[in-house]
């Protein structure tokens, strides 16, 4: 008996068919990954399991049962807890109010006894969480645990979690894993959506590969490989060599000095960076999060301003510019989150063009014919799975982070910030994204790459600089950097 199966599941979206009678089965106490690329159905499935959206046709069974979920109050009565990427906690609640609200119908309840119910349960179930902290006050990886913990507080059987590394830091994946697998021990199911093979490969017991919201595979784990995995997911080889530049790099286009700025909480998050970007030349910057990327990418954007110390392109001085002048200036980025600057109810071509507008006004006219065509023209370089006027909230994950690229590479800029640029992205956009900035760099740009993937900075990186506590730890040439040698700078040795 499993612990859930889904049968024959339809979902359409106007023409787009996302589920294309879609057969899926969880084994009692296995971790199930569900792989694909971007926009292969993943989460409209899961969302169906938990009562978001409603199929247009097949059917649940929760343990042998045939299941009627019409919303999340239906799967958290059949045993289903659902994680997401974007937390529902409050951040002014306490971990142990976040847990139990909305569940404990005594209204009269003390703090006291919330929190020892919560520590109890964070006991029981072996998930390390402080029930009187702030939720405010709690890394992502935190947060994540408080969200586990609430749904097995709810009783849950089920675990979905939707992409949940592609937030974390490497150390928190591995506390995540752990406790995943020990709670599997205790008779836990859990569904697993990853983009990244290794994890997959390290946790998960069976694997069900859906393309365009077609089951193509269900494997064991010993029974398969990355290699097939990833050809299963898009039908082809990929390849993960090594890219860095054979030519000359350039002059030094781009030049940051003694770059001090405060975090919000007043702490000195940088504390004197100073790099030179030479056009032609990718340079990444390595290091654990939280070690300053953030800020740093802000303060090149214009979203944060250097308490000391300045930035100039090719001499232009843009230490306190705005936004809007950084990108005029010619600095293209992708943020770190990708809602961060998009709009969701506006269309993909009106989000495309948002930072262009000059361009496309003609005596106080929008010329929105061009709008479009230039947008089915990004749409159809960066393999974006959308119509020019579909709602940008409506597109996957994956597809919304290459919108992002699209808009902040077509513009051809003199240096490129790339922040977290693969990050959900499924292997094929991976390796596509990973090209065009290569490509950046051929046509001589100056490309700063912050990445928490240690694999994807060695691979594209012309020289890496290690970030450490706000200070640039070293810097290595490719040919010098190896994996021990950065993890070592990571770790803050010297
Ligand atoms: N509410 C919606 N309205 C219209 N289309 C939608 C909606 N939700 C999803 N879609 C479409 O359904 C398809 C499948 O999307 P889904 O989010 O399930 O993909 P995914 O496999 O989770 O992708 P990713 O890896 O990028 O997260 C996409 O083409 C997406 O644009
Ligand atoms: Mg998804």
């Known amino acids: 008996m499993y612990a859930i199966e889904m ?79 974007h937390f529902t906690l409050v951040p002014t609640l306490t971990v142990a109010e976040n847990v139990v609200l909305g569940y404990t119908h005594s209204a009269t309840i003390s703090q006291k006894e919330i929190e020892a119910k919560v520590k109890a349960s964070s006991e029981k179930f072996g998930v390390q969480v402080d029930p ?98 990833a050809r299963m997911m898009v039908g082809r080889e990929t390849s993960t060599q090594r890219m860095s530049s054979t030519r000359k790099r350039g002059q030094v286009t781009y030049e940051m000095k003694d770059l001090h700025v405060l975090n919000p909480q007043g702490l000195e998050a940088l ?12 340079l990444g910057i390595a290091g654990v999060s939280g070690n300053g990327q953030s800020e740093l990418t802000k303060v090149l954007t214009g ?82 799975k959308a119509a020019p006027t579909d709602a940008l909230r409506k597109l996957s994950g994956g597809n919304m982070q290459k919108v992002v690229l699209a808009r902040a590479l077509s513009r051809h800029p003199k240096v490129v910030i790339a922040s977290q640029p693969t990050r959900g992205l499924d292997v094929g956009a991976t390796e ?17 790459l912050l990445s928490e993937d240690l694999d994807e900075i060695m691979m594209l990186s012309d020289r890496i600089a290690v970030i450490y506590e706000g200070c640039i730890k070293g810097i290595l040439s490719a040919s010098e950097a190896s994996t021990e040698k950065l993890g070592l700078l990571m770790a803050g040795a010297c």
């Open 432 to 448: 596509y994204i990973r090209k065009r900035l290569t490509a950046e760099r051929d046509r001589g740009a100056a490309v700063l």
């Open 7 to 85: 049968v024959n599941i339809n979902k359409r979206f106007g023409n787009l068919q996302a589920n294309k009678d879609v057969h899926f089965c969880l084994e009692q106490g296995e971790i199930h990954a569900l792989l694909g690329e971007n926009g292969a159905g993943k989460t409209t499935l899961m969302r169906i399991l938990y009562g978001l959206y409603h199929p247009d046709s097949g059917e649940i069974l929760v343990n042998g049962e045939k299941t009627q979920i019409s919303s999340p109050k239906d799967a958290i009565q059949a045993g289903i807890g659902m994680v997401t990427q």
């Open 132 to 229: 009187s902290a702030l939720v405010k006050y709690l890394s992502v990886g935190e947060r994540q645990r408080v969200e586990i913990l609430k749904a097995l507080y709810r009783n849950a059987k089920v675990l979905i979690m939707d992409e949940p590394t592609a937030v974390l830091v490497p150390q928190e994946v591995d506390a995540l894993f752990e406790s995943l697998l020990k709670l599997v021990k205790s008779g836990l199911s859990v569904i697993f959506i990853s983009h990244k093979l290794n994890e997959v490969m390290a946790v998960c017991d069976r694997i069900t590969v859906l393309r365009d919201g077609e089951v193509t595979g269900i494997v064991k784990k010993q029974d398969t490989t990355q290699k097939d995995l």
């Open 271 to 282: 504390k004197g960076i100073s790099l030179s970007l030479h056009s032609g030349e990718i």
């Open 303 to 384: 979203l944060l301003t250097p308490t000391q110390g300045s930035v100039t392109l090719e001499g232009q001085d843009l230490t306190h510019a705005s936004p809007a002048e950084i990108t005029q200036a010619g600095v293209g980025r992708t943020p770190e989150d990708r809602h961060e600057g998009m709009i969701g109810d506006l269309t993909v071509a009106e989000n495309l063009a948002m930072e262009d507008l000059d361009h496309y006004t003609h005596n106080g006219f929008l010329d929105q014919k061009a709008i479009l065509k230039d947008a089915e023209q990004k749409i159809k370089d960066f393999q974006i």
